[in-house]
């Protein structure tokens, strides 16, 4: 039998490449234009750093981790997310000691062991930004534009940035007690989960998409309600600085992010889809997390974005823009003689830059012209045995059908000249 590849994973072919070269390519123009730069961390790291920096009472750390013993016996995870390993680089690299902040993004695969049936991915790949080292709301504010304006310069439509602020540990502990008081009559109405939730994590029950945990927390306290003066005039100016960029926005006390190290400013950007919104980023603040990891107390945000999901937004909302050709001519040599001449001028052509083709499958000048056609080329440069015995290069205009020759000792320069006045 043939070997598969792994459940849950994809090739991604050519045709579909391009989209998400597109994708990419234009994600990276955004973080220049932003000033961040990029980092690259491994894709497997120690065990302990996922478990601290994700949390070991998430489900991404309980269920979804491919981890495994190396040969030395030591506990290796396959990255599930990019913001711990981008942390632990701060701390080891001592990214701390240079110019704060440091404003970096990253974009690559990420490993999730999930029911495949859901329509997620084992092998997924996000794009994500970190700010770290500025307490600033200027810099919740300038992280969600950045993403506002790459879904605007993608041509999405119907987004809506949702956000909250789920306060600091110091408000926050207040918000824990008047919850708490208010679920206590009614806990064992909630599901599972969030009866664990109740004593560990009670936040995280406003965020419970069971439609019971729902009415039982209807009209429950949120972090909003007791927000100390500090997260309040933070909170409060983020959202003056997104009304002044233009960003649609909303505020939503129910979104939460129920561990520790997370503080202040949580988001979602939520995209229109039929009758429905979802959402294809989400981010927020942790000034918590590089000390979690064993750093100095540092400040921090970002956020991440699975490309397979914006990529199927943009294929709903049909915005990608058409191909460019990628071929300027195609050298049609007739002959085992010409064969030799036209792949030594096919090389000098692709030494200048020229994009040339010749044929690999020894077919007729019929099918190559037509090769030719399909594949957009400019030029069509023909070069038979009659041509090689007069010296010459058939030069044929494949938008106008005009023919020309050109002297073959002429004809490299002729061609690179016509290139160059086309790009
Ligand atoms: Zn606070
Ligand atoms: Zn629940």
């Known amino acids: 039998?043939?070997?598969?590849?792994?459940?849950?994973?994809?090739?991604?072919?050519?045709?579909?490449?391009?989209?998400?070269?597109?994708?990419?390519?234009?994600?990276?123009?955004?973080?220049?234009?932003?000033?961040?730069?990029?980092?690259?961390?491994?894709?497997?790291?120690?065990?302990?750093?996922?478990?601290?920096?994700?949390?070991q009472t998430t489900d991404i750390v309980k269920k979804e981790m491919y981890t495994f013993l190396d040969k030395g016996d030591r506990s290796m995870t396959l990255r599930p997310e990019g913001t711990a390993s981008v942390c632990r680089a701060y701390v080891e690299d001592k990214l701390y000691g240079q110019s704060q902040p440091v404003k970096l993004y990253y974009s690559g695969p990420m490993f999730r062991y999930e029911r495949p049936q859901s329509g997620r991915f084992r092998q997924f790949h996000q794009f994500g930004v970190e700010v770290l080292g500025a307490d600033q709301p200027i810099v919740d504010a300038e992280v969600i534009?950045?993403?506002?304006?790459?879904?605007?310069?993608?041509?999405?439509?119907?987004?809506?940035?949702?956000?909250?602020?789920?306060?600091?540990?110091?408000?926050?502990?207040?918000?824990?007690?008047?919850?708490?008081?208010?679920?206590?009559?009614?806990?064992?109405?909630?599901?599972?989960?969030?009866?664990?939730?109740?004593?560990?994590?009670?936040?995280?029950?406003?965020?419970?998409?069971?439609?019971?945990?729902?009415?039982?927390?209807?009209?429950?306290?949120?972090?909003?309600?007791?927000?100390?003066?500090?997260?309040?005039?933070?909170?409060?100016?983020?959202?003056?600085?997104?009304?002044?960029a233009g960003v649609a926005y909303r505020v939503d006390p129910r979104l939460v992010r129920g561990l520790d190290y997370y503080t202040k400013t949580a988001f979602e950007v939520m995209v229109e889809e039929i009758g429905a919104q979802s959402a294809i980023c989400g981010g927020g603040r942790y000034d918590g997390l590089v000390e979690e990891i064993g750093g100095p107390a540092t400040p921090g945000i970002g956020f991440a974005m699975g490309l397979e999901r914006v990529l199927a937004a943009l294929q709903v909302q049909g915005k990608f823009p058409d191909p460019k050709p990628k071929l300027f001519a195609m050298l049609i040599a007739l002959g085992d003689k010409a064969q030799n001449e036209g792949f030594t001028m096919m090389n000098a052509l692709r030494g200048k830059g020229v994009p040339v083709r010749m044929d690999l499958l020894g077919r007729s000048l019929k099918a190559q012209l037509k090769a030719a056609n399909r594949e957009g080329a400019e030029f069509a440069l023909i070069l038979g045995e009659e041509e090689l015995e007069r010296q010459v290069l058939l030069l044929r205009d494949l938008n106008s059908g005009e023919q020309t020759e050109v002297p073959l000792s002429k004809a490299i320069e002729v061609i690179y000249m016509k290139h160059r006045r086309g790009v």
Not at 8 to 20: H, M
Not at 41 to 46: L, N, R
Not at 149 to 167: P, W
């Open 1 to 55: 039998m043939a070997i598969q590849r792994p459940k849950g994973t994809q090739d991604l072919l050519p045709g579909t490449v391009e989209q998400w070269q597109y994708l990419e390519e234009t994600i990276r123009k955004v973080c220049r234009d932003y000033g961040y730069e990029e980092i690259r961390t491994p894709i497997f790291e120690a065990t302990e750093l996922f478990q601290r920096g994700v949390g």
């Open 145 to 244: 534009c950045l993403v506002w304006d790459l879904y605007q310069r993608l041509g999405l439509k119907g987004l809506e940035v949702h956000l909250n602020s789920v306060g600091c540990p110091t408000c926050r502990a207040a918000h824990r007690e008047q919850l708490q008081r208010f679920l206590t009559t009614r806990k064992s109405e909630l599901c599972q989960d969030c009866q664990e939730r109740y004593e560990r994590n009670p936040l995280r029950i406003l965020d419970c998409k069971n439609p019971n945990c729902q009415a039982v927390t209807e009209g429950a306290p949120t972090t909003l309600d007791t927000l100390c003066d500090d997260c309040r005039s933070h909170f409060e100016k983020v959202l003056s600085l997104l009304s002044g």
